[in-house]
């Protein structure tokens, strides 16, 4: 093969079809069935080396970067959730974080905060107990009841094969196997039952809070999809008078279309901000000696400060005049009614909940709702439902085919075939080779996967989602589904059937030998997968360093003569983006729990994974995040029930290994 390549002929067509089976089949996951010891150990020496290093950055800066790792503490100055002041000293931020229990957290943080803690406190505990019985049981007794004819002292020939239920001649023992699939799956539902009696204790606590009580939408409840005989406030008051059981509203209104007076708005906060900048720049240092600003207007130069003042005023008599004919713009099909406390407005929503034409549903958070999509009409919002869930499984189907591509040139191998040239530098470096070939794939799918939720997000909000926490909600779900379909599911298929095909394999047997061919594409991928788990460690430990924050605020500071405002916007804490690591280490747990009994020497990695997560996370969330829209733990229930998937899945999956 490769001599063809070097005189410079045409590729033979064997090495044609080598090429485009690695790409369809992900040769680089194949190939690491046979992971060394000593390969796995170099990739957890990079990560270890890599994430000691970001622990520094954090250790090192924080002292004197408030702006950046307290962002979160310097917002909340006269707030009673406002966490506990950390010293200067390198690890003076340790006690707090030790100190800090969840009854300290639900006075510091909100609920969704705290129940995001949990789930990572969950997978620590689960992926501790069960790593703690796969190493101490399940992999003696895979290795010792194999053939280990070939099995030598040297680790660099230790394959990770060999402690995984594939090498197990033995055939009795897998009554072991069953067992320890009995026993997991007894121990997660224990511990799924204690969390859901805390979720339900929480949530009442919440509902009888003070904080909750003093929500306007707590006690209000939005009504959607109105008809046109519908869409005024007293028709809306008849309405719900009429069908509620003797609950009556307060208020009521219907939402309006506003026309151009949020484009108004817009403008005057672009004006003021551009005579905030005028004005720090003119008043930096001795500024009477200064000339006064100008700036460009149809062709001519005029006075800055004056053109912004004289433009802010005029935009704010506008604005006034518009909002004073607010009950002429034309009315939505969203309205509005607010009780005289939350729990006359449950009572209203639980007798209006099978009332048609309209959709009742408490209130969200006037900022947390997207009015496009809300006002959307119903058979709208129908075709770009199943349009969304179109091109969901079409991402599914081909989104994997060009990391493969990828991470196919990342084998060290495939670069020989492609570039002969390359033979004796691989040849000559065989340690940077071994790194090289046990990093580089899990790196590409990882940085890969930071694109997702963005693609996921738009095709939410197109779908017609009428709010963003709804939205983020949506986007866990599609990223939970779009992992295990691409990489478990339609890639493996895809894989069996491409090499059907190159082996010319008839129809019939391919047909006959799929699920077959199908499993043990599978546990040809298990070494990969543990790799994986083992680089998400890194994940944790770079959210610590907080490195692009750092750099952002870094040049922006000290490049640009900012304004108060753009350095008390640049360094607000930002919102915590929830969906993609809950879909993370969702991942994380279905991967760890899908080979936990064929190959559980992945465990251990997950539980570091989460041991570092919850640290480095209770952290954040404390100083650093602030939630945009407290939804008391709604996107919690979605996570527990990927959770109790992912044990159905590897059940299936448990299985389908003893039976082939």
């Known amino acids: 093969m490769s001599t063809a390549l070097r005189h410079g002929s045409v590729p033979s067509q064997d090495t044609l079809q080598n090429i485009i089976a690695g790409i369809f089949t992900d040769d680089a996951q194949t190939k690491q069935q046979y992971l060394s010891i000593i390969g796995l150990l170099y990739q957890v020496g990079i990560n270890v080396g890599i994430g000691a290093g970001a ?31 950390i010293g200067r000293g390198l690890f003076e931020w340790v006690a707090p974080l030790w100190r800090a229990d969840e009854r300290f957290l639900l006075d510091t943080v909100d609920l969704d905060s705290v129940f995001f803690l949990r789930f990572m406190k969950l997978g620590m505990w689960l992926m501790g107990i069960f790593g703690f019985l796969g190493m101490c049981i399940i992999v003696p007794v895979n290795f010792s009841n194999g053939n280990n004819e070939n099995v030598t002292g040297n680790l660099k020939e230790f394959a990770l094969l060999w402690i995984t239920l594939y090498h197990i001649t033995n055939l009795n023992v897998f009554a072991l196997h069953v067992v320890a699939a009995y026993v997991f799956t007894a121990i997660f539902f224990y511990f799924i039952v204690r969390e859901y009696k805390h979720y339900a204790r929480a949530k009442q606590d919440y509902f009888a809070s003070p904080q909750y009580l003093r929500k306007l939408q707590s006690r209000t409840i939005m009504v959607s999809r109105l008809p046109p005989d519908l869409q005024s406030d007293n028709a809306l008051h008849s309405f719900i008078a009429s069908r509620s ?45 200064k000339p006064r600003p100008k700036i460009k207007v149809a062709g001519a130069q005029v006075d800055a400060i004056e053109h912004y003042t004289l433009e802010i005023e005029s935009l704010e008599s506008t604005i006034n005049q518009a909002r004073l004919e607010t009950e002429t713009f034309k009315a939505t099909s969203v309205g509005f009614v ?13 007798s209006l909940k099978s009332v048609g034409p309209a959709i009742v549903s408490m209130a969200p958070h006037p900022k947390d709702i997207i009015w496009s999509n809300a006002q959307m009409p119903k058979s ?35 670069i020989q075939i492609l570039w002969p040239n390359t033979t004796d530098f691989f040849t000559r470096h065989n340690t940077l080779t071994t790194i090289w070939q046990n990093t580089f794939s899990p790196l590409i799918l ?23 926490t709804a939205v983020e909600r949506s986007v866990l779900k599609n990223m939970y589904v779009f992992y295990f379909l691409s990489n478990l599911i339609v890639f493996t298929l895809i894989g069996v059937i491409v090499n059907a095909v190159l082996d010319k394999t008839s129809f019939k047997e391919t047909m006959s030998d799929l699920a077959y061919n199908f499993v043990q594409s599978l546990n040809q991928k298990a070494q990969f997968w543990t790799a994986y788990v083992s680089l998400k460690v890194l994940n944790a430990m770079l959210e610590f360093a907080q490195l692009i924050s750092l750099s952002l605020i870094f040049i922006k500071r000290y490049t640009r003569n900012l304004t108060p405002r753009e350095l008390r916007d640049l360094t607000k804490p930002p919102d915590f983006d929830y969906s993609p690591v809950y879909s993370l280490y969702l991942w994380v747990f279905t991967i760890s729990m899908f080979y936990s009994v064929y190959s559980p020497i992945a465990l251990p990695f997950a539980f570091l994974d989460y041991v570092l997560a919850y640290w480095v996370y209770k952290y954040a969330i404390m100083y650093v995040y602030q939630t945009r829209h407290d939804t008391a733990g709604a996107m919690w229930r979605n996570v527990i029930d990927r959770m109790i998937a992912s044990m159905v899945i590897f059940q299936v999956y448990l299985i389908c290994c003893l039976k082939v």
């Open 55 to 85: 622990f520094l950055v954090f250790v090192f800066l924080r002292p004197k970067n408030q702006r950046v790792y307290g962002r979160r503490y310097k917002a909340l100055q006269n707030d009673e959730r406002r966490p506990p002041k």
């Open 245 to 289: 059981s003797g609950t009556m509203p307060t208020q009521v209104s219907i939402a309006r279309k506003i026309g151009e007076l949020q484009e108004l708005v817009d403008k005057h906060e672009q004006s003021v901000r551009k005579l905030e900048q005028v004005l720090s720049k003119y008043l930096a240092g001795d500024y009477q000696s």
């Open 338 to 350: 607010s009780y005289a406390s939350p729990q006359m407005a449950h009572d209203a929503l639980r």
């Open 380 to 414: 709208k919002r129908l075709s770009r439902l199943w349009m969304a869930r179109l091109i969901s499984v079409v991402i599914c189907f081909i989104a994997f085919w060009p990391v493969a591509a990828l991470t196919f040139i990342g084998s060290a191998v495939n």
């Open 446 to 468: 990882a940085l890969y996967y930071i694109m997702m939720p963005h693609i996921f997000r738009a095709i939410s909000r197109y779908q017609g989602i009428s709010t963003h």
